[in-house]
């Protein structure tokens, strides 16, 4: 039988299970890491964003080739572009007076497919 997303199932017990807190909170990292973190899942909630990125795994592109493909101008895609590039989710490479952008490495492919993946089931 399928889960019932719309319930909130809560706990009915006041009892603290005190190995299990000391377990995970020395597992925990420090709030500057969960902050980074946030802000890095954050460039993941914006759908030009993210379509930005899969236009990217597919291909090197220029800022050109972009406003084309997403049908937003050129200043658009580059102050998106920034912002990957800030967060080193791209980069750029020159060829003359051309810059080409790209997926800065695989783990940035890989969060964009486990998305997928989640999504799809």
């Known amino acids: 039988m399928a889960e019932d997303i719309t319930m909130h199932p809560e706990c009915d017990c006041d009892m603290i299970h005190e190995d299990v807190v000391r377990r995970v909170q020395g597992k925990l990292l420090d709030k500057d890491t969960y902050i980074e973190l ?3 899942f ?3 909630g914006d759908a030009t964003r993210v379509q930005l990125l ?3 795994e597919q291909h090197e592109m220029c800022v ?3 406003a084309a ?3 937003v101008t050129k200043s658009a895609i580059s102050h998106q572009l920034k912002s990957l590039r800030i967060a080193r989710l791209v980069k750029y490479r020159r060829d003359g007076q051309n810059v080409y952008y790209s997926l800065a490495d695989d783990h940035v492919q890989r ?3 486990l998305g997928y993946d989640h ?3």
């Open 38 to 40: 946030a802000t890095l």
């Open 42 to 44: 954050k460039l993941f």
């Open 54 to 56: 899969h236009a990217l």
């Open 64 to 66: 050109c080739d972009l």
């Open 69 to 71: 493909l997403l049908g």
């Open 111 to 113: 969060i964009l497919d």
């Open 119 to 121: 999504i799809s089931e």
